[in-house]
DNA sequence: CGAACGCCGTTACGCGTTTCACAAGTTACC
DNA sequence: GGTAACTTGTGAAACGCGTAACGGCGTTCG
């Protein structure tokens, strides 16, 4: 290898045969995991309509995946429809939020309460009882001390100390990138395991911190390359695709 | 299969030996195109401290990513580097942009001028002279008319109208999810072809139209699920990682 | 001047994910 | 009651991607 640097990846783990629930630890990938974020807010629509069974491409074509993808991500994550009746929505979505959401309630913490950071904020705004923004952190003396959204605004200086103490565990980070890695150190220093980056700049943390890149300056140019290609989709990735409407869901 | 739709993936395409510029198309990944994008950004603030030449396992540091997988997107776009000496920063910028700007400019519509809007029209001002946000969309009476960021905000009614007068063919998507379809639909029939979606929902769109779903509520749950995880780094997909800092970086 | 080192370009391999395809099961209808 | 038309669940192939490994070449030091 080159010098230094492991680079990310999953360490030895075996991985190996069933994949399933287990000991407790799931084992689940990274995209199931989104897909099912996703399937769980579909499914969420749907009850509110009324709607008690969905068939698996049903679900599909509303997720924008193939309706072996949904079959496979329930299968990981050990959930049962009943044949020629489809997935009962009720015990579909308790099987989803129970894998998702955990048993008790955690803490985010959100560093950068800048326009996208408040952006966030509102779009998170108790929308999850399990999952909530429990305090923001800033520079600006501004908004420091402030609550918006029901979440009070520290200083930046207070970060390590907050989040050790609150326990929390989760951050989003939207700051300018020339402070990101320095507040990302602080949050790894304070015992963060998971990130959610919309920075510029790619953060370096240890392997054991889940780190989720969302970075928006490439998917605009990434969009902008691609939309001068004129076959659309090119290769890969998560599908969202798929035309038309047509005859689609007789919903029961 | 299913009923009706096909899923993205490419066409037929051999991908075959030299996957080079050639007829104009380079075929080149999704994921690929996204790191040069980043490449670009790591590579445009080095020019900036004068660093002239660097190799590829410092930029894989910077940009998170493995050594291997720089000299593999550099040979995917035809660039190369001198051995033992690297790459040189000005022509390899060159070459990237040439890729990711084209030759004309593009201009891009926000559709949704609310927070969120907002937050990526800031975070794009002027940023890049090839790729402008040229309109704004939205359906508040408030904001139309009135110009954010150097940029003029139209009636929702306009859209179809306005996009196709002025060619656009990128659009990114922020309104609310209710009528996150049915933006999408005008967009496709005033001839979009790429489609930067922040909506909560998943777009149905022709196979043509490329579309990057950047779903902050998956990406937030996600992370709150593998912060419960003991070990970080979960299976696969874009790294981002790496730990500490150390020696690295002789920087020439 | 020669040899050893270090990096790039490239090919081959391995892994993870997605899709295909089929067995098993259940319901509805004749 | 039997049969036909659906479904789900799942093993196995296909695909795309990333990594490892190797040849080549320029540089540098003995």
Redesign the pocket.
Known sequence: ???DIA????PG?G?ADR?VAQAGKPVV????VG?LSLYRRLLDNLRGTGTTH??????AHLAG???????????VI??????????HVDTCLASIESLLDGATRQDVALVGVGRLGRSVLAHFAGRRPLLRIAAGFDTNPGVIGTTIEGCLVHSMDDLERVVAEKGIRIAILAVPPETAQAAADALVRSGIRSLVDFTAVPLHVPDEVFVDHMDITSALESAAFFARQDQGT??????VDNGSEADMFPMI
Chains 1, 2 share one sequence.
């Open positions: 290898m080159d010098g680079l990310s990846k999953v783990k991985w994949a990938s990274r995209k199931t897909r969905i068939y698996s491409h049903q679900l995946v193939s309706a072996a993808q949904v079959r496979r991500d329930f299968m050990g959930y049962s429809g009943s044949p020629n009746r489809g997935y090119p290769p890969m990735d998560n599908g």
